[in-house]
């Protein structure tokens, strides 16, 4: 094949190394690289290196530093961070990303508030009696707020399992779909808060029932 107009000799395939862009990764001995990259053979982008076991990673940092004072040194977790980062907030694919969660959030607000609020106008007569009985307001609330948490648990858990199987199902396209045990939590919490919160709607109509209403009818 060729890389950037030079002959280039395949001689294996790796798996699970994927590249985020449409471009893929290429494995070469430091000279071919060079070679293949145009580069000259004092120049390089960076450098990964490898510590002995037991060996102080901050320590061998600062060390680095200090010899290489125009080098930017960085440890594996630093630099997983920054290039995360950087795809999140600096290029187009982040900024579709943080816009598409928003909006999701968003539009989720709305149709939970919208379920819970038909929900309880359609049971207005039983808060007005409820009222009408004396329940106190922390009742009201109690139901209207088991409400909202029946909600996220029925809509929320099974959109995270379906979350499950597409990034397994990733695992053999081009990019991986990661969605770690935390996250899923995360998720659920998020949905938790989400209907909770819309759930304010429904509680002010319930609290704003007459209880007289009960004996008009």
């Known amino acids: 094949m060729e890389i950037n107009n030079r002959r280039a000799l395949v001689v294996g395939f790796t798996q699970g190394i994927r590249?985020?862009?449409?471009?893929?990764?290429?494995?070469?001995?430091?000279?071919?690289?060079?070679r293949?990259?145009?580069?000259?053979?004092?120049?390089?982008?960076?450098?990964?290196?490898?510590?002995?076991?037991?060996?102080?990673?901050?320590?061998?940092?600062?060390?680095?530093?200090r010899t290489l004072?125009?080098?930017?040194?960085?440890?594996?977790?630093?630099?997983?961070?920054r290039t995360r980062d950087y795809w999140m907030f600096t290029t187009g694919?982040?900024?579709?990303?943080l816009v598409s969660a928003v909006l999701g959030l968003l539009v989720g607000v709305v149709i939970v508030a919208q379920v819970l609020y038909a929900t309880t106008v359609d049971h207005l007569p039983e808060f007005g009696t409820l009222r009408a009985m004396g329940a106190p307001r922390a009742f009201i609330y109690k139901v209207i707020m088991g409400q909202a948490v029946i909600s996220a648990t029925?809509?929320?858990?099974?959109?995270?399992?379906?979350?499950?199987?597409?990034?397994?199902?990733?695992?053999?396209?081009?990019?991986?779909?990661?969605?770690?045990?935390?996250?899923?939590?995360a998720l659920y919490g998020v949905t938790l808060v989400m209907c909770?919160?819309?759930?304010?709607?429904?509680?002010?109509?319930?609290?704003?029932?007459?209880?007289?209403?009960?004996?008009?009818?």
């Open 19 to 34: 590249s985020f862009t449409t471009s893929p990764w290429v494995f070469a001995s430091t000279r071919n690289a060079q």
């Open 36 to 65: 293949l990259s145009g580069f000259a053979e004092d120049q390089t982008n960076y450098v990964i290196g490898r510590l002995r076991p037991g060996a102080d990673q901050q320590r061998v940092r600062d060390d680095l530093v």
């Open 69 to 81: 004072p125009r080098t930017d040194v960085y440890l594996s977790e630093t630099f997983a961070a």
């Open 93 to 97: 694919a982040g900024a579709s990303v």
């Open 154 to 185: 029925l809509g929320g858990l099974p959109g995270i399992a379906l979350s499950l199987l597409f990034a397994r199902g990733s695992e053999a396209g081009a990019a991986v779909i990661l969605v770690p045990p935390g996250l899923a939590v």
């Open 196 to 217: 909770v919160l819309a759930s304010v709607v429904s509680i002010r109509k319930a609290m704003s029932i007459d209880p007289a209403m009960v004996f008009q009818r």
